[in-house]
Every structure is written in C-alpha cells, then in structure tokens.
C-alpha cells in the first residue's frame, strides 16, 4: 500500500506535466476505443447481415460450392422436405429456409438481358430482412395457384427493362435437364442490396416458382438457423458426422464480403492503434525520463535509507501505471459519451466502396476493448519507464545523491 | 561497535589517481558521538559514505559488532541500512511531494512497522524535535532549521544504532545550528545511539565525544573533546527551537 500511496503522491508532483501526458492519453484511449468500435459495430453489422443471408449453418450437396455444374441444380439437394422436417425436430433449430440459385434471361417482351436470380421461401423475407431492402411495392406473397408468380426485381435491373411495379415479365432458364423453359412473372416491388453490380442482376421470387421455371424439386441449399450462435460449432460436428453425403458450413464460409471488411479494418485499425500506442509510450517514456532524472537525488536518497533497487524501481512503474490508467479512464469515459452521443445523432457515413447505401456512424463501447486496450496501455507505460528509469537506478547511491 | 580497518578509497581525477583515504582504521563503541575534522575535498564524506554503506571502499574492512559488512550483497546492505541506520544529508534530502510527517514516517514505512506504533513514534519524535503543529506541511512550507530537525527526526524515529550527518549544520545560521545540534547529541543520548558527523564547523566540537581529523588520506584522533562540560551546559535549555 505504502507504494501505492507514494506513486500517487509522485503523481502530483509537476502537475502541468502530468495534465499533459493524461490528455494526451486519454485522446489516444478515445481515438482507439472509437476507431475500434466503429470497426467493431460496422463487422457486428455485417456479421448478423451474413447470418441473416445465409443462416448459422448451411447445407447443400458436397459438391455444390466447390466443383462447376454442367446443368442447373446438377449439385442440388433432392429431398429437401424430409431433411427440413429433422433439422426442425431438433431443439437448437428455430428455422430451415430451402433456396434455389439459378440464372437466365429475363424479357419485358422488347428487351431481354441477364438476370441472377434465387428462388426463396417466403418466410427468409423476414428472416433474412435487409438482405435486400424494398424500396418500392410490396414483398412477395402467397398467391393463387392460378395466378402468376411474383418477383422482386433490383432497382437498377428494372430501371434498365423499364418496368414498374405491377408490370409483367418473362424469366427464361434452363431446367436441370437442359431444355429452354420460360415462365411469366408479375413484378411486385423493387430492392436495393446497396451494391450497384447485384442491384443490377437481381431477382428475388418465390421458390416453387423457381423450381417450376428449371422442373425439378431440387433446392441449392438450406439455410438453417440456430437459437444460439454458440450451438453452431458443436451441431456442425454432429451434423456432419450424421450425413456425411452433405457439405455443412458455418456462415463464415461464405461471408467474403465480411471477411475482405475484416482483413482491411484489421490492417487499417491496427496500424492506426500502434500509432497511437506509441504516441503515449513515447509521452509517459518522456515524463518518466524527465521526472526521474529531476528526481536523481532523492532516489539516492531514497536508496540510502535502506529502500531496494527494486522497490524504487516498483515505485516509478506504478507512477507511469497509475499515469497510464486514469489517462485511459478519463478516454474510456470519453469514448462512453462519443459512442452516445454518434447514436443520438445518427451522423450518415458515404456508403462504401462498392455499395450504394449509406450507413450511420456509429461506435460500439465494449467492455471487453476498453479492458484490452486500458491493460495494454499500462503495460506499455510501465515498460516506457522501465527504460527511462533503468540508467538512473543502476548509478552508485553516492552519485545519484550529488547528482546536479 | 563500528570498527573500520585499513580503508583505502581513491578517485580518477581526469588522468591521475587521487588517494582519498590511506589504510585507515577507526573504532566507534556504542553511543559515542564522534567528528570528523578536516578541510573541503580531504575525504570526510568519503569517510562518512562508507560507514553509511552507500560507497564500497577499495580495500580494508567495516565491521558492526563484529560482523564483516564488507561480505554482504546489494541486497544485505539496504536491509542493513534500513534496519541499523540513519542519515542527516547536508542539504536534508527531504521527499518534496511529502508531508513532514510523511517523510518522517518513511524509515518505518520501510521496516513495515504497523499503524498505531508507527503513529507514537512519530508524534513522539516530532514532539521532540519541536515541530509539533506543522507535520502537515511539505517541505517547501518549511525554514531550512525546520527542514534539518525533519531530517534529524526521519534518521531517528526507528532508533537507528548508528546516525551518519554530513555537515547538519553547515546550511544553519549560528542559533538554529546550535539547536539542531543539541537536538541530535541529546536524541542521541537518549536513544544510546553513535553518531559519526562530518563537518568543518568548530561550533560542534564541545559536544563531541570523539573527534577526528583527516589529513593526507589519514585520520588523526586529536582528543576527547569537552562533550560534559557542554551536557552540563546543555542542562535545563530544552530543545526547543
């Protein structure tokens, strides 16, 4: 305690210097607290964005993502009902969503041009929400059996075919067997993913009308979602061994936009904290420097009345410690408020390269960066005195005392 | 007792050796207050360094009752030093950021000494020392004579057996010096603890018991000095400042 008690006595000692090396820390905690938890709420966005595409788990034919089909669904999952019908008997599964992928052309009658389309359930519109965000008409619903199929277009495709909502179309495929089919469809709303090349390509409809236009009752895949994400390593093991025949993957597999945001937030954020990081090593390693060879004398001091090497040296880590941790305190509590303040103010950001929404400005305060980033702070502090204070504390006592 | 035996100590002085101290021995029984004597650079600090464990002499022996100082580690020595001995610096060495009481409390913080025996020892010493009403102040908010007796009251509240003072009085004008002076011969006395002070002022030499004088690199024990007929002197005057 005693040590404790002198450190924070020491603290006071040249208060201007002190002010300085807290505010300098407590801008660099704030700038990484931030920056990190703007990183961390846009891949938290984007992670329950994958989930919400793809599901915890997805289940296809073992070959379905990794070798070419030579015709539609070659690689499709047949049976599809009854492997639904035991995943949802499963108490971890909350929902199984069937999908067909396929593409074609679609027409207008006076323009054709290529469309990539997925045949969904009706229940992944809301499921799988903003996957894609209707911006005009309605989403898809149960219809007839003697009416025409709907389907949701891609703003930019339906601007491209000069169609609105209500308009009729034509989508024409190759079925799994290889023949030409065409089916009519009615556009019923229209949806913006965020990114321009899929808006302009996309068709949403429902998945028998998708399986009608190829003739078959294969899916691509099931999507399956969990009642926790921490379930999904463990039914992925289970499930695999259970149907070997099948590929199981985690959402991961297939989230490459997520990870290629992953791999340049990393980069980015991490060459931008050890920046900042040796902004304040290098500001506690200056007012350790100075405060120890201003205090030369009283070391000595301090050494003939018996006090160890070790516990000066133990006394001027917990200095630069203490330092280190109420500069970060007073960042941390900065950053509490930046972070309240950004989601008060919902501040819209310029969408990112590649898309074309934009997205709030936002920044997630956690417990677990705000511990990480406070501990290593005070770790590098100490270390930075550590070095400052090494050439003093190895002087012969009779020097340090009639050091000038 | 401290004995010291043929203690030589020499520094490098640009390309040349000077010899500070020549085989130089000294005994100081128990509770002795002792001088040493002798012009500026002569090697009185040095001396004094070396009884305090803070400069390793260059060849010779220390001895405290008996025990060969000369075989203990870095680590021995600050324990000895912590536990046996007292300093009064020169220019009092005081831990700015510090309350007097603080500074006072600090050797026995050191020892670990608990709380409440802690706190009687150092209301007892800065009672003694005439200081009561300011241990709250820092050392800043202190006169230099104040300052001294803080530094005196640090080197005794543990009871040290040995209180090394480098020239105590020599930033002091005439009176204050007087009193600290007395202040340590009778704390000393009181507490049968040996005292070795380096210094040039004459107006020490009454109280001693011992006094030495270094010239050359050797000491010379001139006399016993009349240390009772100051006592006598001292009878009745208090310490007070």
Redesign the interface.
Known sequence: M?WFY?AW??L??NRRRTLASLVLTAVAVLALMSSKGFADYTLDALRQASIREHGHLVISHQHYFNQQEQQPLEWGLENHQQLQQQLLAKPEVEQVLASVRFDGLISNGEKSTIFLAEGIELAAQQLQGLQASLRQGQLLSQIDAQADPQVLLGQSLAHNLGVEVGDYLTLLSTTTSGALNALDVQLVGLVNTGIPDVDSRLVLTELSAAQELLLTDKVSKLAVYLSHELLQQSSQQQWQALWPELQIGGWQDHAHYYHNVAGLYERLFGVLGLILMMMVVFAIFNTASMSVMERT??IG?????????REILWLLLLEAGFLAALGALIGLALAAMLSQGLHWAQIPMPPAPGQSESYPLLSHWSFSTALETSLMLIILAMLAALIASWNTLKK???EA?NHV | MLSLRNISKAYQAGEQQQQVLHQLSLDLPQGSFAAILGPSGCGKSTLL?IC?L??PADSGEIHWQGENLNKLS??QL??????Y?G?V?QSY?L????SAW?NIA??L??LNTPKALMQERVAQVIDQVGLTGMAHKKPSQLSGGQQQRVAIA?ALVKQPQLIIADEPTANLDADTALIVTRLLHKLCRQYGTTVLIATHDPRLMPWCDQVFHIAQGHLERTSKQGTDQAQAKDQGQGVAA
Do not use: C, H, W
């Not at chain 2, 600050?78 to 536990?83: E, G, P």
């Open positions: 005693k002198l006595l020491n006071g000692r004398r009283e001091t301090l050494a003939a009345m018996g006090t160890k090497k012969p006592i009779v005392l | 360094n305090g803070i400069n870095a680590n600050s324990l000895f030093r912590r536990r001995l300093y610096f060495q831990i700015p950021v510090m603080d600090y050797p913080m050191l640090r």
